[in-house]
Every structure is written in structure tokens, then in C-alpha cells.
């Protein structure tokens, strides 16, 4: 590729994710490639600095799941903060030198070219280990590249051709400068169906559970998101039903139980590790306040969002006011974990999917919405009250501020604002720095 995302193999420490003595290696900004490839022990552990890289806070340690509702929260949030890239976005006046839009890119494809690497070691691997490493590269791979296709480009559209342009497409390490690097924009469909391909060889080759690291069933719930904002309504459905159904998962007691917590919880499928020694929590750092380890409460929850609860409803009870202002509870600890994917998402893929068939694959929509609503300390509704329109109401309470908001509003064709879901303004810009460096690179529309 060019400069701004080739990446020597970086941090290659078991930072966050530090689970046992057997990858415990010391961190290093940089390695030689012939060390680092040519053994069981460095490839395992470049995959480790995989993990690292994508724990990052411009990625899956907050602002990845930020931006979503920064860029579709309008009219139901309110930046009040003064850092200036999080400002454009929420305004949705961004501009090629946003530095949010650089670092996510630039992130992102230094954590692709860190399994790529992986990726072309494997034969050192030690032989029962193969098939574990290359699925977890891949998953790794599947999930930067379905974020990166979702921001830098126009959403995906059942039924269409989807050849808007997407974002490169690299599948072997960057090891050096020249012009074979200048690589040039794959379509959204080619981009998807990379996607697709990474994370359905994962689910394949992962075991069912793997720790904190990603597992097949990790895979399939990502699958289950991918599906689900393609439209493919019966695979989503299947995806998310394999991982209810395993039984390695349960929704926490208490709503307020799945979140601000220092390990998993039995609802995270997958959670970015973060302790006080290690890893960064943005999620605390913008939406709580100063006696929480937050900024200065610089995402405000307004009126319009609150009226989607009912009184009773305990998700509701997890906003709190401070000097007249509104914020969300659900990350007052800097030290908790990012939860990535969790349960409950599983069981609102089930149920829309299944609304939308007239199927009852694993449970009945009314079925998987009750579970959802009675952990909330809510009575169950009837069949005659839980219908597509429901649902998705549903799942807005359920998931809100954790990084859907924009995604969900592309996916229904729905509008932030005066902003229809494929305005240009909604689509982050490809940083100028990547357009200066690589002349093959084509800006989005409306930021050339």
C-alpha cells in the first residue's frame, strides 16, 4: 500500500489481552521480520500484537463504537465536547484531515497487515496450533475489514450490484515502498464478500471457545452482524441462533450487569480487555464524567432518547444527571471492558430475522423480545405486540451507545436528520494523506 499504513510488527506484547505465561512476551515497538516469522513462539505472538492493535482506543477500545452514534445520534445526543474531530463528526461536517477519520484508517490497516503477516508464517506454527492461529487472524481480518467497508463507503444494498467503491482489498503483508503498494479501492461487494470469506474459514477452523480470544462461536456472531446488514435475513437468523443455542452464553441477571466490568461477563461473546495497567477505555473517556475516569461529559443524552423507555423499564435507570445535563451509566468505569459483541444482540438478529421470514427458528420473535424485556424488569407482551416496527425499537434501547446507531439507519434506509441513510456526508472521507501518497486512491464523493 503506501506509507500511512505500512506497519512494521508492532506491539507485539501481551498487553490487554494477558491470559497466561505461554504468550507473556515483552512488548516491542518493532521486530526484525526474520525473528518475528520464523518460530511457533514470534508468530504467536505478532497474533497477540493483533489483538493489541485492534484494542486500540481509535479502534475497539471506544471510538469505533462512538463514531456510530456520533455521526447517527442526531436529535438523541449531543456532543458538548471540545475536541474537534468527534465535533465533526456529530455535526456531520467532516473533513479530510479529520483526525478520528486518519487514525481509524490508518489503525485499521496496520492491524491488517499485522495477521496478514501471521497469516503468511503459518507453516512455522506448530502443526495442532494452524488451524486456531489462522482462524483468529481471519477473524481479526473479517472484523477490520467489515468496519472499514461500513465508514469509508456507501452502505451495502440487498438486491443491488454494490460496485461503489469500497476500500482496498490486501491479503499479504506490506513489507516495503514501491508502486505495487498503490493499490486501489475494491467494491463494496468485493469488500463484503472478503468479509464473508475471512469469518466463515474462521468459524470453521476456531474451537468453539478459545478464552478471551476469538472462538467459532465469536465468528458466528459476527457473521450473524454481517449478515443481518446485508439482508440475508435467513443466514443472520442461523448465525445468531448457533450461538444462542450452544448454551456457552447467558444473559447477565440485571441489564446494568453486562457493562462496566473488568472481565467477561457470561453475556460477552467478544470484549476488548482493559485493566488498570493496561488498555483504554474511550467509551468512559467521552460518554461519562470526570468522577468516573470520564472527560468532561462531553456526550450529553437528550430528551428524544429517553422517551423510547418505558417508566419502569431498568435501562432507563442507567442515565444519570449531572449539573443538569443527561448521560449514559453504561460506561462509568474506566477500567471495564469494551464490550465488542454480546448476547443480547444474538437474540435481536433472531428475532428480527425471524419477524421478517414468519419463521420461529430457536424461539419465537415475542419469545426472544421477553427475554430481553424481563431482564429489564418488564411484563411480556403478546405476539400482537411485538411486530417488525417493535422490534427494532427494541433493539435501539437495547444496544444504545454501543456503536450501531448509524450502521442500523443505513441498513433500513432510514435518515439522521435532514440527512438521507446514502448522503455523502454520512460516509467518512478517505484521509488526505492516503489520496497524496497513493494516486490510485478515488476520494468519496462531496470531499474532493
Known amino acids: 500500500m503506501n506509507n500511512s499504513i505500512l506497519v512494521t510488527l508492532l506491539g507485539l506484547g501481551l498487553l490487554a489481552f494477558s491470559c ?12 526484525d521480520e526474520g525473528v518475528a516469522l520464523s518460530s511457533d513462539e514470534t508468530v504467536k505472538a505478532v497474533l497477540i500484537g493483533a489483538y493489541d492493535q485492534v484494542s486500540d482506543g481509535d479502534l475497539y477500545g471506544g471510538n469505533a463504537l462512538r463514531d456510530a452514534d456520533l455521526l447517527g445520534g442526531t436529535g438523541e445526543i449531543l456532543f458538548v465536547g471540545t475536541f474537534n474531530s468527534p465535533d465533526e ?32 508464517a503459518l507453516e512455522v506454527v506448530n502443526a495442532d496450533d494452524q488451524a486456531r492461529v489462522e482462524g483468529e487472524a481471519r477473524f481479526i481480518r473479517g472484523l477490520l475489514y467489515f468496519d472499514l467497508v461500513r465508514y469509508y463507503a456507501q452502505a451495502f444494498e440487498s438486491g443491488q450490484t454494490n460496485d461503489q467503491l469500497g476500500v482496498p482489498i490486501v491479503l499479504t503483508p506490506t513489507r516495503g515502498i514501491s508502486a505495487e503498494n498503490d493499490v486501489t479501492r475494491a467494491t463494496v461487494e468485493e469488500v463484503y464478500a472478503q468479509v464473508l470469506s475471512d469469518l466463515t474459514t474462521a468459524a ?10 476469538a472462538g467459532s462461536l465469536t465468528a458466528s456472531a459476527l457473521l450473524a452482524r454481517v449478515y443481518l446488514q446485508m439482508d440475508r435475513y435467513a443466514d443472520a437468523r442461523e448465525a445468531a441462533d448457533r450461538v444462542i443455542e450452544s448454551g456457552v452464553y447467558a444473559l447477565t441477571p440485571t441489564y446494568v450487569g453486562a457493562f462496566m466490568n473488568g472481565s467477561n461477563t457470561t453475556e460477552d461473546i467478544f470484549a476488548i480487555q482493559v485493566n488498570s495497567q493496561d488498555g483504554v477505555n474511550n467509551l468512559t473517556t467521552f460518554y461519562s464524567v470526570p468522577e468516573f475516569g470520564g472527560r468532561d461529559g462531553d456526550i450529553e443524552v437528550l430528551d428524544n432518547h429517553l422517551a423510547l423507555y418505558e417508566d419502569e423499564d431498568a435501562r432507563r435507570d442507567l442515565f444519570f444527571e449531572r449539573g443538569g445535563a443527561t448521560y449514559t451509566g453504561k460506561f462509568n468505569n474506566q477500567f471495564a471492558n469494551v464490550s465488542i459483541i454480546r448476547l443480547a444482540e444474538m437474540y435481536l438478529i433472531r428475532a428480527e ?11 419465537t420473535p415475542t419469545e426472544d423480545i421477553n427475554r430481553l424485556r424481563n431482564r429489564a424488569g418488564l411484563d ?16 435501539r434501547r437495547e444496544l444504545a451507545f454501543e456503536g450501531f446507531r448509524i450502521h442500523d439507519i443505513k441498513r433500513l434506509q432510514g435518515s439522521v436528520g435532514n440527512f438521507a441513510y446514502d448522503a455523502n456526508e454520512l460516509v467518512f472521507p478517505i484521509p488526505a494523506r492516503e489520496t497524496v501518497a497513493n494516486p490510485n486512491i478515488v476520494q468519496n464523493p462531496g470531499y474532493n
Not at 497466561?20 to 516491542?28: R, T
Not at 470453521?204 to 480470544?213: A, C, Q
Open 20 to 31: 497466561s505465561d505461554e504468550l507473556d512476551v515483552q512488548p516491542a515497538q518493532s521486530i
Open 204 to 213: 470453521d477452523l476456531l474451537p468453539e471457545t478459545n478464552g478471551v480470544f
Open 89 to 120: 463528526i456529530a455535526r456531520k461536517q467532516i473533513t479530510t484531515g479529520n483526525a478520528d477519520a486518519e487514525a481509524r484508517w490508518v489503525e485499521s490497516y496496520e492491524g491488517i497487515n499485522i495477521v496478514n503477516n501471521v497469516l503468511s
Open 380 to 395: 411480556d407482551l403478546g405476539d400482537d405486540d411485538v411486530d417488525l416496527a417493535f422490534i427494532l425499537e427494541e433493539r
Open 353 to 363: 430475522a425471524n419477524s421478517r421470514l414468519g419463521t420461529e427458528v430457536g424461539a
